[in-house]
């Protein structure tokens, strides 16, 4: 009993220390990047969307290194349902959400990105091979996007960057792997004296806790009636989460894939109405929201009561 408190309270200190170091990471990032003179479009279109993963990133990474696979995949996988299903779910209760043509454009980058991490995984594993694909799929939509929006910028330097820059990026970067392995620590101990399988664990609590990030800025957008803002995210953190989160862990170590099935129905259960609803009706209605809570609801079912495909 002591022990499993000491996990979860790992666990909650991981994310905690994820969320909030992730979080000021992202803006030195950007902070960094604006001394350097960077673009703001790649400031846009690289820096932000990555600053939103990186707890994702680091928590799958720091799993495939340590050999905890369901994690390292269930964290991924799972990520991309809940910020679909529970995080838009969510902010579309609140308030149906309006979006842009270009979310529904880069919603088929999404569903193509998610496409080859299944075709990838036929023979059962993301290998060393694969994860370079994947991220030298990531490098081709950047490039993409790129073109569709180049212009021509006058870049302005906000002032220069210090060592102390530079110090504060490590140690913020400290912080995200130290909490990355409490996460990790604590899921690999609970799914072995509970008897559940590392990716539920992966898939539900770390999830859930890499994933706030995205539900903040989903939330914030949905109470603001910026919708554009919370699908876009959403949409920019999958494609992530599916090229570049598993791309990096299996990089690492091959990741088995098996366990994920269940999973990846349920993300095309609630990807292809997403996608159907942002071309005809330019955004999520308040309908298909309950529908995205009701799938996530019924996903967690299934996941905890041990049903497998």
Known sequence: MIGTAVWVVAILIGIFLLVKAGDKLSD?????????????????????????TLPEMTTSAIASYEG????????ALGSIFANIALILGL??????????REAF???????????LVILLSLDGELSRADGLILLLAYVIYLYWLYRS????????????????DYVILIIL????????????YGGRNIAEALGISEYVIGATIVAIGTSLPEMT??????????????????????????????????????????A??????????????????????????????????????????????????
Do not use: C, D
């Open 91 to 100: 902010a579309a209760v609140i308030r149906p959400l309006k979006s842009s």
């Open 105 to 115: 454009r880069n919603s088929i980058v999404m569903l193509l990105s998610l496409l």
């Open 260 to 309: 994920s099935v269940l999973t990846i129905v349920f993300v095309l259960a609630v990807m292809g109405p997403m996608i159907v609803s942002l071309k005809k009706k330019g955004g999520i209605t308040r309908s298909l929201g309950i529908y995205f809570l009701g799938a996530y609801t019924l996903y967690l079912i299934l996941l905890l009561s041990g049903v497998s495909l």
């Open 68 to 75: 905890v696979n369901g994690i390292a995949l269930g964290n």
């Open 217 to 258: 800025n989903a939330l914030y957008g949905a109470l603001r009636e910026r919708g554009s803002i919370s699908i876009g995210n959403i949409i920019g953190a999958n494609i992530m989460n599916a090229l570049i989160v598993l791309g990096i862990a299996s990089v690492i170590r091959p990741l088995q894939t098996s």
């Open 28 to 52: 030195k990032i950007v902070e960094v990047a604006e001394k350097a003179g960077i673009s703001p479009l790649v400031i846009s279109i690289i820096l932000i969307s990555l600053a939103t």
């Open 173 to 184: 970067g400290l912080f995200l792997v130290a909490g990355a392995k409490l996460v990790v």
């Open 149 to 164: 929006h180049i212009n021509v910028e006058t870049v302005i330097r906000k002032g220069k960057s210090t060592i102390l």
